[in-house]
């Protein structure tokens, strides 16, 4: 079990907003940036958010992100069926000298 | 535009070593950044294996320290990962990427992956 948590899933239909939480602790999310990563069906992941809430060139403005505490939560906007995809948040954490977590990832149905 | 390439064997036997090499093209390793692997068994999530920077510096996952070595080849432009004693649990696709200008957990550029099955 991550110690990032995420819900295993999420669903909306095109058109709607969604948001994906991903909670942590004192030691990750509480101190360090949030990244979030979609990985389409047999690809790659791919950063769609840095920094908490930065945009790499190139992804849509319809995905932003937010940190509060020890919390984070991207958010889909406009939702299109490309956007299913499982979405995964990664952290570094400072616990047994440091490591990168990444939660358990949220499976995105565009229904 | 960066690019990376996993390459090694796709099959590896119970107890031995995996090897596995990511060329990286369209930057120079040496120019700086670090430099990483990432692993996702069928069908589970990412699990961060660790990363090397081109003087070779290295943060490792403390759960896989005991088992891995990462290095580095700059005349190459490529680094590798090295899975001691692999048992069927480390059958996952093995992802390697760059690190971007954030703390470790920002991967910018990611190779398509390659699949390693342990089992004799």
């Known amino acids: 079990q991550s110690a990032l948590t995420q819900p295993p899933s999420a669903s909306g239909t095109p058109g709607q907003r969604v948001t994906i939480s991903c909670s942590g602790s004192s030691s990750n999310i509480g101190s360090n940036a949030v990244y979030w990563y979609q990985q389409l069906p047999g690809t790659a992941p791919k950063l769609v958010i840095y920094?908490?809430?930065e945009r790499p060139s190139g992804v849509p403005d319809r995905f932003s992100a937010s940190k509060s505490g020890t919390s984070a939560s991207l958010a889909i906007s406009g939702l299109r069926p490309e956007d299913e995809a499982d979405y995964y948040c990664?952290?570094?954490?400072?616990?047994?000298?440091?490591?990168?977590?990444f939660g358990g990832g949220t499976k995105l149905t565009v229904l | 535009q960066v690019q990376l390439q996993e390459s090694g064997p796709g099959l590896v036997q119970p107890s031995e070593t995996l090897s596995l090499t990511c060329g990286v093209s369209?930057?120079?390793?040496?120019?700086?950044?670090?430099w990483g692997w990432i692993r996702q068994p069928p069908g589970k999530g990412l699990e961060w294996i660790g990363c090397?920077?081109?003087?070779?510096?290295?943060y490792y996952n403390p759960s896989l320290k005991s088992r891995i070595t990462i290095s580095v080849d700059t005349s190459k432009n490529q680094f590798s990962l090295k899975v001691n004693s692999v048992t069927a649990e480390d059958t996952a696709v093995y992802y390697c990427g760059r690190v971007g200008s954030g703390d470790a957990s920002h991967f910018d550029y990611w190779g398509q992956g390659t699949l390693v099955t342990v089992s004799s």
């Open positions: 920094r908490n809430n």
């Open positions: 369209g930057y120079s390793i040496s120019d700086g950044y670090y």
């Open positions: 990664a952290v570094w954490d400072a616990s047994l000298g440091g490591r990168v977590l």
């Open positions: 090397i920077y081109h003087g070779g510096n290295t």
